[in-house]
T-cell receptor, first 112, second 117 residues
């Protein structure tokens, strides 16, 4: 158990819809990262938050947004969903930027 | 250009034998970090081992060790005494600057390890 909690584990929805994925980092970790894992693109970095502030963006689509709340949990919002958004979405946390990132179990998103 | 290259899409190893999973990386930074993660068929990503670019000793964690050859830019994972539970995908990753003091992990495509009884 990494200590990072992601909900829900599975999400099935339709094209055009909007979903919210939730992540609670390990106790004491201020950094939260979001990654997308798909068959064609592999594992890709989406966005990094540190103590409530956005720090870096990777290959994140404009239809996607994220935030980190004062209690340090984070949410990833995906809107106007397309078939190609079907993927496994991971949240990871770390105690400091340079150290290991510990991953949650992921949310598997299926777009029908 | 790929920054992390894992040349072995699939590997087989006999139970109780050792196995080496290859990883080469490309960076011009002097300070960087290399990580290995395990992803079982259930999907979670499990952190295994970390090597910093300035670490003089190769990292070890139980049955896992990292064979770090800086000049060759390789960071191979060695698993000793393989167990059936080691069957999984293994990803090599490198910590890269992402701007504003932030870092991201860049992953290779992975190696699928199958342990044979």
């Amino acid at each position: 158990d990494s200590g990072v909690t992601q909900t829900p584990k599975h999400l099935i929805t339709a094209t055009g819809q909007r979903v919210t994925l939730r992540c609670s980092p390990r106790s004491g970790d201020l950094s939260v990262y979001w990654y997308q894992q798909s068959l064609d693109q592999g594992l890709q970095f989406l966005i990094h938050y540190y103590n409530g502030e956005e720090r870096a963006k990777g290959n994140i689509l404009e239809r996607f947004s994220a935030q980190q709340f004062p209690d340090l949990h984070s949410e990833l919002n995906l809107s106007s969903l397309e078939l190609g958004d079907s993927a496994l979405y991971f949240c990871a946390s770390s105690v400091e930027n340079r150290g290991p990132q510990h991953f949650g179990d992921g949310t598997r998103l299926s777009i029908l | 250009a790929q920054k992390i290259t894992q040349t072995q899409p699939g590997m087989f190893v006999q139970e109780k034998e050792a196995v080496t999973l290859d990883c080469t990386y490309d960076t011009s930074d002097q300070s960087y970090g290399l990580f290995w993660y395990k992803q079982p068929s259930s999907g979670e990503m499990i952190f295994l081992i970390y090597q910093g670019s300035y670490d003089e000793q190769n990292a070890t964690e139980g049955r896992y060790s990292l064979n770090f050859q800086k000049a060759r830019k390789s960071a191979n994972l060695v698993i000793s005494a393989s167990q059936l539970g080691d069957s999984a995908m293994y990803f090599c990753a490198m910590r890269e600057p992402a701007g504003a003091g932030s870092y991201q992990l860049t992953f290779g495509k992975g190696t699928k390890l199958s342990v044979i009884p």
